[in-house]
């Protein structure tokens, strides 16, 4: 079975940082994109940012310059480092794989969310 793990996330007060982790588990072949989207209240689920294999990334505006995404194409893992965290990034952040895994003797495409972990800043 192929599912991703994250871990991180929590309550922080404005200005301060969390890091986020994913790992993709299963017989994976490749992963292609790998990264991060988040829902706030009320709100759809949007982008926040991606890594492809060849570490192209694809952030939203409203993160730029704060967070920063990164993979380790070895160990089928991605982080988001997330700086000067604001009050309106608070959401729930769920990891997201476009990948290739075999299941079970023949390699298939998938689209995999993890389960989502809360991010809360306020003071």
């Known amino acids: 079975q192929v599912r991703l793990v994250e871990s991180g996330g929590g309550l922080v007060p404005p200005g301060e940082s969390l890091t986020l982790s994913c790992t993709a588990s299963?017989?994976?072949?490749?992963?292609?994109?790998m990264g991060w989207y988040r829902q706030a209240p009320g709100k759809e689920r949007v982008l926040v940012a991606t890594?492809?294999?060849?570490?192209?990334?694809t952030y939203a505006d409203s993160v730029k310059g704060r967070f920063t995404v990164s993979r380790d194409i070895a160990k089928n893992t991605v982080e988001l480092q997330m700086n000067n965290l604001e009050p309106d990034d608070t959401a729930v952040y769920s990891c997201?794989?476009?990948?290739?895994?075999?299941?079970?003797?023949?390699?298939?495409?998938?689209?995999?969310w993890g389960q989502g972990t809360q991010v809360t800043v306020s003071s």
């Open positions: 299963g017989k994976i072949v490749k992963i292609d994109i």
């Open positions: 890594s492809d294999r060849d570490a192209r990334t």
């Open positions: 997201y794989a476009d990948l290739v895994a075999y299941y079970p003797d023949r390699p298939y495409d998938y689209e995999l």
